[in-house]
DNA sequence: GACATATACTTGCGCGATCAAGTTTATATG
DNA sequence: CATATAAACTTGATCGCGCAAGTATATGTC
């Protein structure tokens, strides 16, 4: 056995921790209707209180353009978002949640939160707020 | 805004960063000819030095049953891994590294060392293991 | 003001992964 | 021992997402 980089390690552990938290969150938010992905999404516009340009969503969740734009249509058309033009740029199409998209993120708020506390259960409130802090210095 | 759980932020904020991490490690792979996923199979199976049933694989990595069998199958092409049967179990088929899959484990772990501690730059060397140390505790 | 380059998408194609269903082998129960 | 149930895959259909290429608009340069 070679000795192994903490700095490999931790971007392995890191993608399967995701993999893990990610599909059984997927799997409790599949009830409303709606992916992980969108719920992030709702939860970028309301934390934000503005409109979103598709290139600022798709930086933020770490995907393509072409996939946030496929991400995006069922969403308009279930009426989650709205879509409006930006007057000073007429290349960009703003995102904003609609006062139904609001109302559906706050009910599937309190399902996300659950489901998060009962993967996170194992951490402290301390270590989890330590963790999100050094998230921040990576993101 | 109401108050959010910290929970809730750290699913999300782990989410994100795995996305961005896992795409740029991705990339860097990609020259190589293999995807993160089959790097970390490798990893896993240098690391335990034993040979692993589908389903082991299946639950370490995060993903389905059908997943890991359409993963092993062009590695298994390829000559990375070879297959051999379970003797106390015919169900299974064990997944072993082939001699030609270390030397590629081996040549491209130094890219993917090497890609991590960019990736990992603004933590130190003990936020590192204290992360890897905390994520021990969700996976 | 004209032209080149960059930005913000959108669309076609392909890949990787999931789910549901099917097959084979193991295990538990009467 | 027979039957039921579970476990370990595999396969078909499907979906989400990325990449490459195309379009429309903005910006920078001569």
Redesign the interface.
């Known amino acids: ?2 000795i ?20 059984k ?1 997927s799997n409790r938010l599949s009830v409303h209707g709606i992916s ?1 992905n969108e719920y ?1 999404v709702m ?1 970028y516009l ?2 934000s ?1 503005k409109e979103a340009s598709r290139i600022e969503l798709a930086e ?4 393509s353009a072409s996939g946030v734009t496929r991400m995006l249509l069922p969403m308009e058309k279930t009426g989650i978002i709205e879509s409006a033009r930006n007057l000073r740029d007429s290349r960009q199409s703003l995102v904003k949640l609609s006062t139904s998209g609001l109302r559906l993120f ?1 009910d599937t ?1 309190t399902s ?2 659950h489901i ?2 009962e ?2 259960s ?2 402290s ?1 301390s ?6 802090e ?6």
């Open positions: 056995m070679s192994e980089s903490i700095s490999s390690l931790f971007v392995i552990k890191n993608a399967l921790l995701a993999a893990r938290l990610s599909k969150a992980l992030i939860h309301v934390s209180n933020y969740l770490g995907m706050e708020s996300f939160s998060a506390s993967l996170t194992n951490l409130q270590q989890q707020e330590r963790l999100v050094l998230f921040g210095k990576l993101i």
